[in-house]
């Protein structure tokens, strides 16, 4: 078995090298890639707007990109996990709180699966979810905005990678674990993995009105990996299915001892049975310490909770409610279509994929038709809930995607390509290169009741030659790929920032409108908010200085500041006063160990600068705002720390 194993994997290693590397420059170039219809196809005029918005989770950036398709342009980069000095988030008081974990403050993270809300299983474009892999956290980002509004710790958790997922209305967002660990965390040998490790799948409620995150409950399942998940849909809404390797529970080595065994799982939760098991008081509350992290739009600010609780559930206690259905092949990719039937799970050691139904597996279950049992977990039989395998003809499969037409569309990492197959009859209608090494790909609305099947983005991990060299480290490239046709086609490679795992799209039509413009300065309710520009002023409290200082085209309000002393801690809460769409200004200050702030209209941001050196420091708006922005400047005199001068601003006084 073993053997076998390394000899698949050297073989898929050839093959990587003859389709992927082998087929560089001859292949696309003079190909369909660029003859004029796939041209015009992606070709977006000047002022025109696209007509999808594509969400790429950022991997090692942490963050969220915005992009449209089909021009592949990129619109944003959405702060998430990560401090990021092009705005100030992370680094000013405000969003501070935002980055805060039982670890204690970490500006940095591992995003992978971005996923919309939705409403009867359709996008409903409120907000989008992301994952933290590294530090467990699930962020709620409002599409309003297009702001992180809410980060939530996910404690018994490591490598929170079959996450973040929701179900049909958006009920609970979902977070499973990757890598098994003692629960609760405590000193023990490693090597004792097996039986004593456990791994938590979680279910946070969402609030319907504010989509405020609540852990409801925790599943303790077996010391698997669990490693990605999707909700049930249509029928099969109330379930969520996880897959699983290393069922083997290997502590070391794990690339050939978690391949030991020729299935594991996909483990089918009844999440609807737990929820009424808790809701009837079932469940254990065991101590945790996990953050809550909650950005409020009218204060412009977040605080931080620690929460010191979270209920756990036995699955045993819960007859009925979890499943394990034998997988091929470690299986990565665990997706269901959009009629809820079929279950996918990408064997990602295999060249086939496996099709469970939904259906069958209910009547396996009803039948009392098992398998033995994993710690007491019921398994199916295969053949039982097997509805149809594919021969796909490619290796290494990882992701499935959806196109509402009765098709579907799997990537493989090994052979590099997406291959197209009908839903049903299993059939391989299509197949095309990706260029190279393709992890997810991306339907709008692919992973919902009602994708919109135009097009396919492959999420591409390696790039290679694709584009000019920068250096030994190439941004990721995608490619978009017309799909309204029998066989697909290939149109465009655009390069995408971080890593992008996974991406979210959605129609342009059911977000633009929304769109917040900006912030109305008559609701801000920043405690530090000055409304009118008579409002200005500073304060000293101690050794703190207060700055309320107020922006609009082309002057901060005051502009001259002394009697700051060397030892103060000097708070600069700026509130912008236009009320223009697109109208931020700048805010930086010499020295400053933060970064600067990009305050939009309305809005209040406050940023600290500890003042080292006796002198007369500028401070300046970054951003280019007005034919005047290069006058938009003023000065902080510094005393001695103990210097008598009285504090005093002023403004427009020589
Ligand atoms: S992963 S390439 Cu979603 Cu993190 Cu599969
Ligand atoms: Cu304000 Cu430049």
Same mark, same amino acid.
């Given at each position: ?42 070709? *977006? ?129 979902? #977070? ?30 969402? =609030? ?36 699983? /390797? ?16 020729? $299935? ?22 065991? @101590? ?7 950005? +409020? ?54 060249? =086939? ?15 009392? $038709?098992?398998? !033995? ?10 053949? +039982? ?52 090494? *393709?992890?997810?790909?991306?339907? @709008? ?12 983005? #492959? ?35 655009? @390069?995408?920032?971080?890593? @992008? ?10 977000? #633009? ?8 300065l ?5 405690? /530090?908010?000055v409304?009118s520009p008579?409002?200005a002023?500073?304060?000293?409290? !101690? ?6 200082m107020s922006t609009i085209r082309s002057h901060f309000t005051?502009d ?14 700026i509130t912008n006063h236009e009320q223009d769409? +697109?109208v931020p200004h ?13 305050v939009?209209p309305g ?16 401070? /300046?708006c970054?951003?280019?705002c007005s034919?005047l922005?290069?006058?938009m400047?003023?000065? *902080? ?14 403004l !427009?006084? =020589?």
């Amino acid at each position: 078995m073993k053997k076998y194993k390394f000899q698949l994997l050297s073989l898929c290693g050839a093959l990587l090298f003859l389709t992927g590397c082998g087929n560089n420059n001859g292949g696309t170039k003079s190909s369909g890639a660029l003859n004029s219809s796939a041209a015009e196809k992606v070709y *977006v005029a000047p002022g025109e707007h696209d007509e999808f918005y594509a969400f790429m989770s950022g991997g090692y950036s942490g963050n969220l990109t915005v992009y449209g398709l089909p021009s592949g342009r990129m619109f944003k980069e959405i702060p998430v996990f990560s401090q990021f000095p092009t705005s100030g988030y992370g680094y000013s008081e405000e969003t501070k709180p935002m980055l805060e974990t039982s670890h204690g403050f970490v500006p940095w993270d591992d995003s992978h699966h971005p996923d919309i809300s939705q409403t009867n299983g359709e996008l409903d474009g409120r907000w989008i979810f992301i994952n933290g892999n590294n530090t467990p956290r699930i962020a709620r980002i409002s599409l309003t905005t297009f702001e992180t509004e809410e980060i939530i710790e996910v404690p018994n958790s490591a490598g929170n990678h079959s996450s973040s997922f929701v179900t049909e209305n958006t009920e609970y967002v979902v #977070a499973g674990t990757r890598f098994s660990v003692p629960i609760p965390q405590r000193d023990m040998p490693i090597n004792e993995y097996k039986g004593n490790f456990q791994g938590a799948l979680s279910f946070i409620s969402v =609030d319907p009105e504010h989509g405020h995150m609540d852990i409801k409950f925790q599943i303790i399942m077996p010391g698997f990996n669990y490693d990605l998940s999707h909700p049930g849909r249509g029928k099969s809404h109330g379930w969520f299915f996880f897959t699983t /390797y290393n069922t083997e529970e290997a502590n070391t080595l794990q690339e050939v001892n978690s391949s030991q065994n020729d $299935k594991d799982f996909i483990a089918a939760i009844n999440w609807k049975k737990v929820e009424e098991y808790v809701n009837n008081g079932g469940g254990t509350k065991v @101590p945790a310490n996990y953050a809550h992290n909650i950005y +409020d739009e009218a204060t412009h600010t977040a605080t931080s909770t620690m929460k010191k609780e979270v209920l756990t559930v036995n699955p045993l206690e819960v007859p009925g409610a979890v499943f394990f259905l034998p997988t091929p092949k470690s299986p990565h990719g665990c997706d269901v279509d959009p009629s809820g039937e079929y279950i996918i799970g990408n064997g990602k050691l295999s060249a =086939d994929l496996t099709v469970h139904s939904f259906d069958n597996m209910i009547a396996a279950i009803e039948g009392e $038709k098992f398998d !033995g049992e994993a710690y007491g977990i019921p398994i199916l039989k295969f053949e +039982d809930v097997l509805a149809g395998t594919v021969k796909s003809g490619g290796l290494g499969p990882l992701h499935t995607e959806f196109d509402g037409k009765g098709n579907a569309y799997t990537t493989f990492f090994i052979s590099s390509e997406v291959v197209k197959w009908k839903l049903g009859t299993w059939e391989v209608i299509d197949r095309k290169p990706t260029y190279y090494s *393709v992890g997810h790909l991306m339907i @709008p609305g692919g992973n919902s009741r009602k994708p919109f099947g135009k097009y396919v983005v #492959a999420l591409n991990k390696i790039t290679k030659d694709r584009y000019l060299p920068v250096g030994p480290e190439m941004e990721h490239s995608a490619q978009i790929y017309d799909i309204s046709g029998e066989k697909m086609e290939l149109l465009y490679d655009f @390069p995408t920032h971080g890593e @992008p795992h996974y991406a979210a799209g959605i129609p342009a039509e059911l977000l #633009a409108s929304k769109a917040k413009k900006i912030y109305r300065l008559d609701e801000n309710k920043h405690p /530090y908010a000055v409304t009118s520009p008579d409002q200005a002023r500073v304060e000293r409290k !101690g050794k703190e200085v207060h700055i309320y200082m107020s922006t609009i085209r082309s002057h901060f309000t005051p502009d001259n500041i002394e009697g700051v002393k060397v030892g103060d801690k000097v708070f600069f809460h700026i509130t912008n006063h236009e009320q223009d769409f +697109d109208v931020p200004h700048g805010f930086a200050m010499i020295g400053q160990n933060t970064s600067e702030l990009l305050v939009m209209p309305g809005q209040t941001k406050t940023s600290v600068w500890e003042p080292k050196k006796v002198g007369v420091w500028p401070f /300046y708006c970054t951003d280019f705002c007005s034919a005047l922005h290069q006058e938009m400047q003023g000065y *902080v005199r510094v005393s001695p720390a103990n210097s008598t001068i009285e504090l005093s601003w002023s403004l !427009g006084e =020589d």
